[in-house]
Nanobody, 123 residues
Framework: VQLQASGGGLVQPGGSLRLSCAAS????????VGWFRQAPGKGREGVSC????????YYEDSVKGRFTISRDNAKNTVYLQMNSLEPADSAVYYC?????????????????WGQGTLVTVSS
């Protein structure tokens, strides 16, 4: 059972990145998948989540209108499209899965975690 996060990198302010979270060893069909981030010296913050049932998406206020989460169950992968990136978005981004429903406020309720991918927004 594994989640593999990828797609991070260095981007200038205003730029875009697409993060991917690929699952192996289990199906994401019945899991909600969240993206969390942690900047140096700060706690883990929920960014976005997509539910398993109806694909409902949730976003932290600071990323609304800039980030879009989506899922491709056929590829067993969840994506986070990040546009209009700001330096404050710089962090290690993790994906995580929990059964069925989202709760981006409770990172500890997620069962499976990816290894993290670094996003740096800087000129």
């Amino acid at each position: 059972v594994q989640l593999q996060a990828s797609g991070g990198g260095l981007v200038q302010p205003g730029g875009s990145l697409r993060l991917s979270c690929a699952a192996s060893g289990f199906s994401l069909d019945y899991y909600a998948v969240g993206w969390f981030r942690q900047a140096p010296g700060k706690g883990r913050e929920g960014v976005s989540c997509i539910s398993s049932s109806d694909g409902s998406a949730y976003y932290e206020d600071s990323v609304k209108g800039r980030f879009t989460i989506s899922r491709d169950n056929a590829k067993n992968t969840v994506y986070l499209q990040m546009n209009s990136l700001e330096p404050a978005d710089s962090a290690v981004y993790y994906c995580a899965a929990r059964p069925n429903f989202c709760d981006i406020k409770k990172y500890y309720s997620y069962d499976h975690w990816g290894q993290g991918t670094l996003v740096t927004v800087s000129s």
